[in-house]
């Protein structure tokens, strides 16, 4: 994200990732770094979303959390919950159909 920022400083990135991504966020290497460099747009997942919505990031940015239509509007961190139907594929399924 950073290299993203550096190349297109005035383009405001949202990172959209589902409720189970969420839930896992505070595994990822340098999370709340990608928190404060892109705001972050989650999508509802079967059988995670109340995971996500009640784990340690959201917990940790909860003063971040704003309604979608002002992701874009305020200062970062911002993360938003996107209501939608939920979905049931999974990127992992959907790039191994990709690459066979």
Known sequence: MAKLRRRFPGVRFVFVIGA????QLPRWQRWLRL???SAI???P????TRAG???RAASVLRAARCK?????????PAWCFVPARQHKASATAIRAGLSA
């Open 45 to 48: 997942r079967p059988g995670a």
């Open 35 to 37: 928190a404060r460099l």
């Open 68 to 76: 979608p239509g002002a992701l874009l509007a305020g200062a970062l």
């Open 20 to 23: 189970d991504n969420l839930a």
């Open 53 to 55: 919505l009640r784990g």
């Open 41 to 43: 747009a989650v999508l």
